[in-house]
């Protein structure tokens, strides 16, 4: 057949070449799986999730995320759904298809500049704010920006002061009396009962620095869990004992959290305004504020509505606690 001019061709004679994925192209439809089961992920190692199947510790499942979820992080504390193996015999493996919307999130950074979030823990309902009373001493600034971490983050903040055989615990659980925030208290010698009474039942995940005795408390509060622990160097700063967070059965019921020892905390991901949230009323007062007021930054400002707020009923010592929280939020105290 004689060939033809291309003035003589039209749309017919185009011929399209597929990809080199090939040339369907790809459904954005993804099944729903209805019959995955529910688990709590427990621990996490090098790409593989360890979950505990409906909460129950006796059943742990070694899984992998599923290929449709991408890059979704998945941490401990996070109830996913599992589908394939889920008989948690040697060498199987389930895959994790979905990640609940979380109840509340517990994030930090590097630093204050850093903008990378690392999640810390899931689904938690308090946080421990490990800090012992002496050696080493205590650090206000870490406390601090802690449960500026909690309230953002939708986390109830619990103050537990280690080693009160050592010094008294008096003065700190005055310096935060104003926020109504729980104080436990242990001794390096006795069991922590008002500690295990108050994690019975409750996710809750442990934070402090290194050498406060928070691996010793795991290893009282769950026996079978071998956590190891360090004795504080001559610095004063504990070594590192926990290197990654895990999740562990309480006996009864409930998990603890048990985090890496911490030497920052960083709050690149949390507003002034997360802050000011958790003050009952003092959000609404700060609308009052005029723009860029001192108080985002924990500063006084002779124009800041929050201490007339304060002077009305509002609460002078909350307004002193709201602004240290700020402060350490801005970097202005030291952690």
């Not at 009373?133 to 406390?143: F, K, M, S």
């Not at 002193?320 to 939020?329: A, P, V």
Request: glycine share 10%; net charge negative; proline share 6%.
């Amino acid at each position: 057949m004689a060939r033809r001019g291309w003035r003589e061709l039209d749309e017919s004679d185009v011929r399209v070449r597929p990809g080199r994925r090939g040339s369907r192209p790809r459904s954005k439809l993804r099944p729903e799986h209805a019959d995955a089961e529910e688990a709590m992920v427990v621990a996490v190692d090098r790409g593989r999730w360890t979950c505990a199947l409906g909460g129950d510790p006796d059943r742990l499942v070694t899984a992998m995320r599923a290929r449709e979820l991408g890059r979704t992080p998945v941490v401990v504390g996070d109830l996913v759904g599992l589908v394939g193996d889920t008989s948690g015999r040697t060498d199987t493996l389930a895959r994790i298809v979905r990640v609940t919307d979380r109840r509340s999130v517990l994030r930090r950074t590097a630093d204050d500049t850093d903008p990378y979030e690392r999640i810390v823990v899931a689904n938690a309902e308090q946080l421990i704010i490990v800090t012992a009373l002496a050696d080493p001493p205590p650090r206000p600034g870490l406390i601090d920006r802690c449960l500026v971490a909690a309230y953002a983050g939708g986390l109830t903040p619990v103050l537990c002061l280690t080693k009160s055989d050592l010094a008294e615990p008096d003065e700190w659980i005055d310096a935060y009396s104003s926020l109504e925030l729980p104080v436990i208290v242990t001794r390096m010698d006795a069991e922590p009962d008002e500690l295990r009474d108050r994690l019975r039942g409750r996710v809750s995940a442990l934070v402090g620095h290194s050498g406060v005795g928070k691996s010793t408390l795991v290893n009282q509060l769950v026996p079978a869990a071998e956590r190891a622990t360090g004795e504080v160097s001559g610095v004063g700063k504990g070594r590192h004992t926990s290197t990654s967070a895990v999740a562990l059965p309480l006996p009864g019921e409930g998990w603890v959290v048990d985090t890496p020892g911490i030497r920052s905390f960083g709050l690149a991901h949390v507003t002034a305004n997360d802050v000011i949230a958790a003050f009952e009323g003092f959000a609404e007062a700060a609308e009052e504020c005029p723009p860029n007021c001192g108080h985002l930054g924990g500063s006084d400002d002779p124009d800041c509505h929050l201490d007339a707020f304060a002077e009305d009923g509002g609460g002078k010592e909350q307004l002193q606690s709201l602004r240290r929280l700020l402060r350490s939020r801005a970097g202005m105290d030291e952690a």
